[in-house]
């Protein structure tokens, strides 16, 4: 006799993916939707400030408008800090979302940009990239290089969770990273600050030094900077895969 409806129990298959590899496609989908929020913001900006095509040296901006889009670049932070927060609770993981989003973010903020008005010409464009705490100037192949290693990082950090719940980045690695970040970072904004903003810009708000050096037009990036943070980075990145690839200890009692 073959058993009623209501004895039979449905039940899913577990799923054979990891957690993260299932959050992908929609964490992906959300960081893309965002960066064309941000490519459609400065799409505006460019029609009323740029309608030539964008280039140095910048146009007058009200300190009102200046303060307004260094609000929203910290709206924009607290975004891909705020939804890695809401998929776990553990801070290494949502440290490797948030370079992920990070990363995914940025890469297609170009993408859309390219998209909408086909700018950058090339991948040696120069681009403001961030007025957050000073006026960051650099070509567009350099943050797209960091958003590339930001994803990688973050993939690698998530597939060692994966394996071993207990996975860390080991001090050594974590010296290696945040000291080529920075090295990075020092090539955005030492070329501003010498040349024209001032070192004194140091001193003031992001919106002064911007409205300050409405002259200033960037020569020669200073990519030894980038390089040598390039190389510091990709040590700890290398440090922290040979790790994530590692079995994981299984203790016995």
Not at 163 to 185: C, H
Not at 199 to 222: F, T
Request: charged share 10%.
């Amino acid at each position: 006799m073959p058993p009623s409806a209501s004895s039979l129990q449905f039940h899913s298959p577990p799923s054979a993916l990891p957690h993260h590899v299932r959050l992908l496609p929609w964490m992906s989908a959300f960081f893309i939707a965002m960066a064309f929020l941000e490519s459609a913001v400065v799409v505006y900006l460019r029609a009323l400030y740029y309608p030539e095509g964008f280039d140095f040296p910048l146009a007058p901006m009200s300190p009102t408008l200046v303060g307004t889009e260094i609000g929203r670049e910290a709206a924009t932070i607290l975004m891909l800090l705020a939804v890695p927060a809401v998929v776990t609770r553990r801070a290494l993981e949502r440290f490797a979302w948030f370079c992920f989003g990070f990363g995914v973010w940025d890469i297609f903020y170009y993408v859309w940009l390219k998209v909408l008005l086909d700018w950058p010409s090339s991948l040696f464009s120069r681009d403001l990239l961030f007025l957050i705490p000073v006026p960051w100037v650099g070509p567009v192949w350099a943050p797209c290089v960091i958003s590339l290693g930001l994803i990688t990082t973050a993939l690698v950090i998530l597939h060692g969770r994966d394996r071993d719940p207990a996975f860390r980045v080991s001090t050594t690695a974590w010296a290696l990273l945040i000291v080529g970040a920075l090295l990075m970072i020092l090539s955005f904004v030492i070329d501003p600050l010498q040349r024209s903003f001032g070192v004194q810009a140091l001193l003031n708000s992001s919106g002064d030094a911007l409205i300050n050096g409405r002259e200033y037009m960037p020569e020669h990036y200073p990519w030894p900077w980038f390089a040598a943070g390039f190389v510091f980075a990709v040590l700890g990145l290398f440090i922290t895969w040979r790790s994530a690839l590692r079995p994981p200890i299984r203790h016995t009692t």
